[in-house]
């Protein structure tokens, strides 16, 4: 499974608010909260943004494939980070 394979959608459109979610997903579509605090702090510095977004977006793939298990949700998650990052 490849993170860059799902399409990427951040909210701009909708006004979900500071009190909203970090992110959310319907299908194969991820929406992140560009007005969240954390969104926000994290944008501004350009070494963090990426890996921010790829935590937010691993998140929700893992939660898409429907586990049971709260662990192999987070080593899924893990790995795909670690896929996501690895240099070649």
């Known amino acids: 499974m490849n993170v860059f394979s799902f399409a990427i959608l951040f909210s701009s459109c ?9 992110c959310f997903s319907e299908g ?22 990426s ?17 049971k298990s709260p662990r192999v949700a987070f080593n899924r998650q893990s790995k795909l980070l670690k896929d996501a990052f690895a240099e070649e």
């Open 51 to 67: 890996m921010y977004i790829a935590r937010l977006v691993t998140q929700e793939i893992s939660m898409m494939k429907e586990t």
């Open 28 to 49: 194969n579509v991820v929406y992140i909260t560009r007005d969240h605090p954390l969104f926000r702090r994290e944008s501004r510095r350009s070494v963090t943004t």
């Open 14 to 22: 909708f006004k979900i608010g500071e009190s909203g979610p970090e």
